[in-house]
């Protein structure tokens, strides 16, 4: 019997990535999502991808009694991969009380039911963002948190104390917490991929509109850091190789392959990788060039990060496989046949 994994936010961005890769492992896969931040199109996408169909119910999980009732028929869940939650840095700064609202919530209302249910198993998305500007480069798992530089961060924080606290109060349940770095591309097919509502925050979605005509110009915020040629460093993962994160992790919980009841894993490449790095990366693959423009720092931002991914190298035996070129291709091609460019 092939085990069952409940995926919150599934339509959405690296839900719908780690679905597929589900799918393709032969879980039976159920996935709630709002559709606040994704269309249900996505769900077509998965089929096409591997011809199987996930199940789906619209759920708003900050909808507590919704939550009870849809627990209550899907009580044999295996493990839970819990991507939902509101993710712009900027919103979160003019609504914070949505933020903490929609993300606190829905950890707190899945937490219950999972205690309630025996659910022993949950990956949970965490943020790199809970590190700030770490003092030490690559940064491990064992550094100290910063300030959360915004709303958003701290409910990456909070969530992370929630998951403490109720697995010390737990028997059964343990939790897989993955720090995810800057994850960028889409699915090889180019029949899922990121689909920011609005104009983009993030480099990336940035980047691939303007070159199809929908943004005018990029704004590279500051060339004046510490850096080598003045811009900002990330790491940038590749969506499909975090998404097949997420999978051995699914396996290491319900394998029973966890050495404590809370691990923790940075998910990056390894590599840091500059603004203007990533926009050659763009122009060599995809032909095009550029506009762009330098303008002032973006306030927030932290100077350079990168993860030190050793331990998820080891413990998990994961390892990312694509390349900033290879990625930077997967997002130009999501982009071409979502507009209908040729
Ligand atoms: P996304 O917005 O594409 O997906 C999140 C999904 O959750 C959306 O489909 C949305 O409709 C749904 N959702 C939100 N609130 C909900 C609720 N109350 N009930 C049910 N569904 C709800 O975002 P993503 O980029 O796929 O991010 C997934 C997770 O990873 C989030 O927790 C995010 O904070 C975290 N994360 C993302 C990044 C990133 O850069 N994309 C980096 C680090 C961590
Ligand atoms: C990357 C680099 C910008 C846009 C955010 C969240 C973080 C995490 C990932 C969820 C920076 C520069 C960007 C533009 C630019 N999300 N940039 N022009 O800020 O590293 O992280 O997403 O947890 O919490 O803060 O990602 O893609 O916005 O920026 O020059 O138009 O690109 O200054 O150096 P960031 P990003």
């Known amino acids: 019997m092939s085990k069952k994994i409940l995926v919150t936010g599934g339509t959405g961005y690296i839900g719908s990535h780690t679905a597929v890769e589900l799918l393709q492992k032969d ?3 159920f996935i709630v999502d709002n559709l606040c931040n994704s269309h249900i199109s996505v769900l077509t996408g998965i089929e096409k991808i591997t ?5 789906f119910t619209k759920l708003d999980l900050t909808d507590k009694h919704a939550t009870e009732k849809y627990f209550h028929v899907h009580h044999d869940i295996d493990a839970i991969i819990h991507f939902a939650a509101l993710k712009s840095v900027n919103e979160s700064v003019s609504k914070p009380l949505l933020y903490y609202k929609n993300n606190l919530e829905s950890l707190v209302n899945l937490l219950n039911n999972m205690l309630d249910k025996e659910i022993p198993s949950l990956v949970f998305s965490s943020s790199c963002t809970v590190y700030g500007q770490p003092d030490r480069l690559p940064v491990n798992e064992e550094a100290p948190l910063k300030k959360p530089s915004s709303p958003y961060g701290n409910t990456k924080q909070i969530s992370e104390e929630i998951i403490r606290d109720t697995i010390n109060s737990s028997d059964f349940l343990k939790v897989i917490s ?3 770095f800057n994850p960028i591309g889409s699915h090889p097919s180019a029949l899922i991929g990121e689909l920011p509502l609005g104009v983009p925050n993030n480099l990336v979605p940035f980047i691939t509109q303007t070159a ?3 943004r005018d110009q990029l704004k590279v915020f500051g060339d004046n850091y510490n850096t080598p040629d003045g811009t900002c460093i990330r ?5 499909v190789d975090l998404a097949k994160a997420h999978v051995v992790s699914v396996e290491r919980l319900v ?4 050495n404590e009841s809370l691990e923790i894993f940075n998910l990056g490449t390894g590599n840091g990788y500059s603004v203007l790095d990533v926009i050659d990366a763009f122009e060599k693959v995809s032909g095009k060039k550029l506009n762009y423009t330098i303008v002032g720092r973006r306030s927030g931002d932290v100077e350079q990060v990168w993860a030190d991914v050793s331990k998820a190298n ?14 930077m291709l997967s997002a130009w091609n999501w982009e071409k046949k979502y507009r209908g460019i040729h």
Request: net charge neutral.
């Open 255 to 258: 394998n029973n392959k966890m």
């Open 235 to 239: 790491d940038y993962i590749n969506v």
């Open 314 to 327: 080891e413990v998990l035996d994961w390892k990312t496989e694509r390349n900033l070129e290879e990625t």
């Open 27 to 29: 879980y039976e896969v």
């Open 212 to 214: 199809a005509g929908i």
């Open 51 to 55: 011809k199987k169909k996930p199940h």
């Open 178 to 180: 993955l720090r995810y």
